[in-house]
């Protein structure tokens, strides 16, 4: 019986360790998959959806308004002037219920529109109450 067990608890540890969850967004157009499951992001803190995107957001900023929401894109300035605009409209919209304090005077010059590991900690807390995500990559 104890070897019954140690073997249980050996398979446990091997599998809970060797499992890592996947991301929901392993390419730019698999944004749609978060939309399709929005109620899983709705009333949660916005890093938790962040966690479920894999490719970098090169390009973001966020916008003041009723809602407030920032929008990130995943290629950056100089690949969105040199692509037909045809190929360059994906754009994630996530909308959060408190105010955004996003200002481009105080952000780095020239990077005004970077999304940094700093965003994460300080939007991250912000709540997510919608999803939009229009076009393609």
């Known amino acids: 019986m104890k070897n019954t067990l ?59 308004g009723d809602p407030s929401y920032f929008s990130f894109r995943f290629i950056n300035a100089e690949e969105i002037q040199h692509r037909p605009i045809e190929n360059n409209s994906l754009g994630l919209y996530i909308y959060v219920k408190e105010p955004i304090d996003w200002n481009f005077n105080k952000r780095p010059k020239g990077k005004e529109y970077i999304w940094t590991k700093e965003d994460v900690e300080k939007y991250g807390n912000l709540t997510v109450i919608r999803i939009k995500v229009i076009g393609k990559d």
């Not at 499951?37 to 490719?55: H, M, R, S």
Request: net charge positive.
């Open 6 to 64: 140690k073997i249980f608890a050996m398979l446990f540890i091997l599998m809970s360790s060797s499992c890592k969850a996947q991301q929901m967004v392993q390419t730019p157009n698999d944004a749609h998959k978060l939309k399709a499951n929005e109620l899983q992001f709705i009333n949660k803190p916005l890093k938790n959806l962040l966690k479920e995107i894999k490719p970098e957001i090169k390009n973001a900023f966020g916008t003041l």
